[in-house]
């Protein structure tokens, strides 16, 4: 149980364009969804909480407009990356938790590797 | 000064060894503790999970929990060249998964 999926898994992308990587929880309802990116020999750093049908709250030092999140469904958590720069490259991992056992703690997707050109 | 410590590393030890992984935190209201394992190009697998003092065994891993001195610890007996990987600890003051204060992560090798 527990299982968090994220597509795509790897993508390389034009400066100023914009990619879009979803999470989906695949056994469990997901009531709140986590976004983090990590850099290389890094921890993770937490981008934003969504839940379900409710807007994003964002950390500090994070912009809203440049992450564009959309938690539309408890199964279906959207990261936008709007016109992506160089510096935008990175790990980016979602995470998920629900009720009931999925309540105690957050369970990792296997993470997108973002690389902008 | 960083609310989680934990030694980056890297640690190195040979197959077979008990390998001791610590995190020390500054905040006394975190009372639910975790270790996630981190392959490379991967995302966190959770390992355990413990709430408060005390010790929780898993198999070939333990964790130990001292609230007193604001230290956990993560023990893998018998160690194997597939738990190579990078182990990091992380907490929460509220049951939920309401937000996660994570550790840097130590990066482990067993060698063959």
């Known amino acids: 149980g527990a299982v968090v999926s994220q597509h795509p898994s790897r993508v390389i992308c034009k400066s100023g364009t914009s990619v879009k990587i979803e999470c989906r929880s695949l056994?469990?309802?997901?009531?709140?969804m986590f976004w983090y990116r990590q850099f290389p020999k890094q921890s993770l750093m937490l981008m934003a909480t969504s839940n379900e049908g409710s807007k994003a709250t964002y950390e500090q030092g994070v912009e809203k407009d440049k992450f564009l999140i959309n938690h539309a469904s408890l199964t279906l958590s959207t990261l936008t990356v709007t016109s992506a720069h160089p510096e935008d490259s990175s790990f980016y991992i979602c995470s998920a938790s629900g009720s009931g056992t999925y309540q105690e703690t957050q369970y990792f997707g296997p993470g997108t590797r973002l690389l902008v050109l | 000064q960083k609310e989680v410590e934990q030694d980056p590393g890297p640690l190195s030890v040979p197959e077979g060894a008990i390998v001791s992984l610590n995190c020390t935190y500054s905040?006394?209201?975190?009372?639910?503790f975790m270790w996630y394992r981190q392959y490379s190009r991967k995302g966190p697998e959770l390992l355990m999970y413990t709430y408060s003092s005390g010790n929780k065994e898993d198999g070939r891993f333990t964790a130990q929990v001292d609230k007193s001195s604001k230290y956990i610890s993560l023990f893998i007996r018998d160690s194997q060249p597939s738990d190579s990987a990078t182990y990091l600890c992380a907490m929460s003051a509220i049951q939920g998964a309401q937000k996660l204060v994570f550790g840097q992560g130590t990066r482990l090798t067993i060698n063959p």
């Open positions: 056994d469990f309802q997901a009531t709140t």
């Open positions: 905040n006394s209201a975190f009372q639910y």
